[in-house]
């Protein structure tokens, strides 16, 4: 999958010459190639904050790279590559809501987590509709400090925001105004939707669950941000946590990601020992109730690499998205990824479902098979790419269960293969139909979401593609402005192509792409798609027709006094609840444009 990590990169200026030896040795071969390997670029990773950066080498995505260097050398390095020096940082307070100890009351229409619903649709059919759209105006602008991604999908519950950021905070938000009530900083970079849940203990509190970059599962007060408990899910140095968490019966749902694919480019690094999985918490304690590895075995030695190194299987099937709830079977829906190395799993790149109660594997579907691959297979040194190296084609978005008007359950499974899937959850996952709407690859096909009225399912393709393709220490890749992009409706119940809407329009704008990776959302007689371009555009549900267009990347002024620009869509989409609608703006790996704003639109 796309995968956003704090890495490091170089900046375009004078500084000390310590930092940007450090850079050249221990860095430039990931970053000066930074659309081969996802790291992000030069120009993104001077918006992050030196502290941030240090953090990352000391604990975060880069410990293995900072593991080898002294403090001191961590410091510089992180200051040539932001052209700050630590302590600079000035945190703003500028923006806080004039009661920031308001009472909080989780009433009113919702877009609670990755989706307003369990099953994931990404449906809202609530206040605002299509023929609305067209009247939507920029309301506010609120800036995420020291970070070059804004890639958490805003929640919006009983008039405020919950939304994670790179910068490791979680915000609450006025959602009329985008003030700030309170903010909480994580161990590590968020980028899980909050779930906010009413949980009785001592006393009924409301509860915002999210989960961070170290694997970390946390609940807070959602009315203050007081911390309640924190649950570490799995001990693995590379386990994070990418997709939102979900709340159901006094239960918290956590999916686990195993990220060993870049640290695969090391010859020296034993790839690849973690496993993807799915976590059940005590919603009142934290306490875990059940743990489903998505690979039975345990990893262990199977070979040497060419360079020597152990070679550890089997592995991946990450969880990268929000599980979907069956509240009607009490089952868990859930996609996975690939292999990183041999053996290849039969659990991978599939769809799972787990026992709500006890986490029992109940079936499983695998979509496409031998699918094993690591970043090691992109790089100069391919010492940890395996023989017969697979396409790289995850399951990275959330499935979506939906009923058909004869009552039939369907659910629907987008892939980075180019595929829409239908499967019978009531028939152990057997296809309905499969419809391909792109080539797929690695950073190609149905990336992060796709959603559906019941009648409809809405797709938009990413299959974003670079001019140059080589991989040469110092040479910059070009996305393609022609390769990628467009949006499809299809009939849930048939697969058939209802329309087809093409790709944007690069022109003439420098380093765009038309690609549409980011989350689909929908509401009645409206479709929602950010662009990689930095647009987002809202389709006529009827016939795919652009009904309104925005271009989010651009500067602007933001209510918390945050510097804060706009960029690349990738990840979440927008989120829509009381009238208005909600969108991060940002994404600056692998070659994207870099951003770091939350956008609020109203109807004029």
Request: glycine share 12%.
């Amino acid at each position: 999958m796309i995968r956003f990590a704090i890495l490091l990169s170089a900046a375009a200026f004078a500084a000390d010459p310590d930092g940007a030896a450090l850079y050249k040795t221990r860095c430039s071969m990931c970053h000066d190639a930074s659309g081969a390997t996802r790291a992000p670029a030069p120009s993104a990773l001077r918006q992050m904050s030196p502290e941030n950066i240090v953090k990352a080498l000391d604990s975060g995505m880069m410990k293995e790279q900072g593991a080898s260097m002294s403090a001191d050398e961590r410091r510089v390095v992180a200051e040539f590559l932001t052209g700050k020096l630590i302590g600079q940082t000035k945190v703003s307070t500028v923006g806080l809501c004039a009661d920031t100890k308001a009472p909080f009351n989780a009433t009113g229409e919702s877009w609670n987590g990755w989706s307003p619903d369990l099953t994931n649709t990404r449906f809202q059919k609530g206040s605002l509709t299509g023929d609305q759209v067209p009247r939507l105006k920029l309301k506010w602008a609120f800036g995420f400090a020291g970070t070059f991604a804004s890639n958490g999908q805003p929640t919006v519950v009983g008039g405020r925001i919950f939304v994670t950021s790179a910068n490791r905070n979680v915000y609450s938000l006025d959602a009329k105004t985008g003030c700030q009530y309170w903010s909480f900083e994580a161990e590590a970079p968020v980028r899980s939707a909050v779930y906010i849940a009413s949980v009785s203990g001592e006393k009924t509190r409301q509860v915002a669950f999210f989960g961070d970059g170290r694997a970390n599962a946390y609940a807070v007060d959602a009315s203050n941000g007081e911390l309640l408990w924190r649950t570490h899910i799995d001990d693995h140095s590379h386990a994070h946590i990418t997709g939102g968490l979900r709340y159901f019966e006094g239960r918290v749902f956590v999916p686990l990601v195993a990220a060993e694919e870049g640290a695969a480019m090391n010859p020296k690094y034993e790839c690849c020992s973690a496993r993807g999985g799915m976590i059940a918490l005590d919603a009142k304690t934290g306490k875990q109730l059940w743990k489903t590895y998505t690979i039975a075995e345990t990893p262990h030695i199977v070979g040497k690499t060419p360079s020597g190194a152990n070679v550890w299987g089997p592995n991946g099937a990450s969880i990268w998205s929000a599980p979907t709830i069956d509240e009607e079977k009490k089952i868990i829906y859930a996609g996975t990824g690939d292999n990183f190395a041999g053996p290849a799993t039969d659990t991978s790149d599939a769809v799972l479902a787990f026992d709500m109660q006890t986490g029992k594997i109940l079936w499983s579907r695998q979509l496409t098979e031998l699918d094993v691959f690591n970043m090691a297979c992109v790089g100069p040194q391919k010492s940890s790419c395996p023989d017969k190296a697979g396409p790289d084609v995850d399951i990275g978005s959330s499935p979506i269960l939906v009923k058909l008007a004869n009552g039939k359950r369907v659910l629907l499974v987008g892939q980075k293969s180019g595929v829409m899937h239908a499967l019978d959850p009531d028939k152990k996952g057997a296809i309905l139909w499969q419809v391909r709407v792109g080539k797929g690859g690695t950073l190609g096909g149905i990336q992060w979401g796709s959603a559906s009225d019941g009648k409809n399912v809405y797709v938009a393709l990413s299959d974003i593609d670079f001019i140059q393709q080589g991989f040469n220490p110092g040479e910059k890749r070009i996305v393609d402005p022609k390769a990628g992009g467009g949006i499809f409706a299809l009939d849930v119940a048939t697969g058939k192509k209802i329309w087809a809407a093409p790709p944007p329009d690069c022109g003439t704008r420098p380093n765009c792409s038309p690609a549409q990776s980011a989350a689909v959302t929908a509401i009645p007689g409206a479709v929602f798609s950010g662009s990689v371009d930095g647009h987002l555009r809202a389709y006529a549900a009827a016939d795919g027709k652009v009904i309104w267009d925005f271009d989010t990347a651009r500067n602007f002024e933001t209510v918390n006094g945050v510097a804060a620009k706009g960029g690349s869509m990738d990840g979440p989409g927008p989120t829509v609840a009381g009238g208005m609608l909600y969108v991060p703006s940002g994404y600056g790996a692998w070659g994207g444009l870099p951003g770091n704003v939350l956008l609020a639109f109203a109807i004029e």
